[in-house]
């Protein structure tokens, strides 16, 4: 998409606005999940039971761990499993953030660049080129259109939406020197604002 949001009338909905599908990823990555994550799985398998009753579970797991997600969720219902390589298993944060036109009800993704919480400056780990194009290939996956926000530097779970045109953000996360230092605060406001539909940002 050549526009952003805003000008097409999408915003972000509100935090609890019903939805019909979460987005989580199967843990794997050592740094976060010792142990090949075994320890984790019980609990990342509780979620995923409780979510698949309600709604659909889209599981992303890399080529090496496709076949494990399958025979532990064998017995789930409305789950979509995506092969989909990544670095690390926080979907709130590479997933694509969506907004929605309450208009006709049309549901978009935006694509942010994605850094590690703060890229070589205080970034959480080296390498994030997968994390970075997770949301992409998400939307072309699943066949949602998309809004690339590249080179603006945010993870999903920084932000909260009212669904009323406000967003919550904290300073310490958007004005750190590890996401987009080039940019003043007004800038960063008027950003999100263009791409998730806002009036104001607190």
């Known amino acids: 998409m050549i526009t952003t949001p805003r000008n ?13 599908g979460t987005i989580m990823i199967f843990p794997e990555r050592s740094g976060s999940w010792p142990y090949g994550a075994e320890p984790a ?6 979620i995923w ?5 309600e709604e659909t579970l889209y599981l992303i797991t890399s080529r090496n761990t ?3 997600a399958e025979t532990l969720c064998r017995n789930l219902k409305n789950i979509e499993i995506l092969e989909i390589p990544q ?7 590479t997933a694509p953030t969506f907004v929605r036109n309450p208009q006709t009800g049309e549901v978009r993704g935006i694509d942010w660049n ?11 780990y080296a390498d994030w080129q997968d994390d970075n194009a997770l949301a992409g290939e998400f939307c072309r996956k699943t066949g949602f259109s998309l809004y690339d926000a590249k080179p603006f530097v945010l993870e999903g779970g920084s932000i909260h939406a009212d669904g009323q045109g406000t967003v919550i953000t ?18 960063i406001t008027d950003t ?8 104001r940002v607190v």
Do not use: V
Request: proline letters at 6%.
């Open 66 to 68: 496709r076949q494990k």
């Open 192 to 199: 999100l604002c263009e791409y998730l539909g806002a009036e």
């Open 87 to 93: 670095n690390d298993a926080w979907a709130r944060d």
């Open 49 to 53: 039971q409780a979510i698949t009753q």
């Open 41 to 46: 799985l019980p609990s990342f398998l509780q």
């Open 114 to 124: 994605f850094n590690a919480w703060g890229g070589d400056y205080d970034g959480l």
């Open 170 to 187: 904290t300073e310490a996360c958007l004005l750190s020197h590890g996401r987009n230092p080039q940019l003043s605060k007004e800038q």
């Open 8 to 20: 097409d009338g999408f915003r972000m909905p509100a935090e609890f606005a019903p939805h019909s």
